[in-house]
């Protein structure tokens, strides 16, 4: 069973404007969400975070949004630059119990 | 401090074959989850570790398996390989202060011809 999912397994941007990658979950008692990106032949890093008690966590270019009555969270990357072509991976957990969407191939054209 | 560190990085195995793969963590890190990667499919969760104990499994069956010592250290093994099997396992490691944020390894990319 899906519980995390990514329904844009691709994404093409044009450096310079914004990436909006989506991921949408099923388990209400998820209680932190994350997104890892993965470069290819590497593991997936951590990229940014939120918790459940916020709607909004911001780093740098990147920024998490979760609206969790729509079970809904997007990471928004602005100004999108072509290092950012990577493979994007949300994650969602309840306590020790950690699932990943099935990816979204994010490429930014120069 | 050394990342997460998987061996082998690639292996070729036939069907009915059995595999272990190897993950140490990152020194400090006490829980080391693995997962399975295929196209299509994102990370699939297979089961984490915490002080050798096996604190969550993931929907795979028997054939899978895994275990920690008491270094941390990570062993996985599937037994009578299938094609199926055939995908990126990766095993990441998080602290106790911080368990959400897992790190990953380079992952083992498994073919079974």
């Known amino acids: 069973d899906q519980q995390v999912k990514q329904n844009s397994p691709s994404l093409s941007v044009q450096e310079g404007r914004i990436s909006i990658l989506n991921c949408d979950y099923t388990n209400s008692m998820f209680d932190y969400f994350l997104w890892y990106k993965k470069y290819p032949a590497e593991g997936p890093t951590f990229l940014i975070s939120?918790?459940?008690?916020?709607d909004k966590n911001e780093d740098g270019r990147f920024t998490v949004f979760l609206n969790k009555s729509a079970k809904h969270l997007s990471l928004h990357i602005v100004p999108s630059q072509p290092g950012d072509s990577a493979v994007y991976f949300c994650?969602?957990?309840?306590?020790?119990?950690?699932?990943f969407g099935a990816g979204t191939r994010l490429t930014v054209k120069p | 401090k050394a990342g997460v560190t998987q061996t082998p990085r690639y292996l070729i195995k036939t069907r009915g074959q059995q595999v272990t793969l190897s993950c140490s963590p990152i020194s400090g890190h006490r829980s080391v989850s693995w997962y399975q990667q295929t196209p299509g499919q994102g990370l699939q969760f297979l089961f984490e570790y915490f002080s050798e104990t096996q604190r969550n499994k993931g929907n795979f069956p028997g054939r899978f398996s895994g275990r920690q010592f008491s270094n941390s250290r990570s062993e996985m093994n599937v037994s009578t390989l299938e094609l199926g099997d055939s995908a990126l396992y990766l095993c990441a490691s998080s602290s106790f202060t911080s368990p959400n944020e897992q790190f990953f390894g380079p992952g083992t990319r498994l073919t079974v011809l």
């Open positions: 994650a969602a957990s309840e306590g020790n119990d950690m699932r």
């Open positions: 939120i918790s459940s008690i916020k």
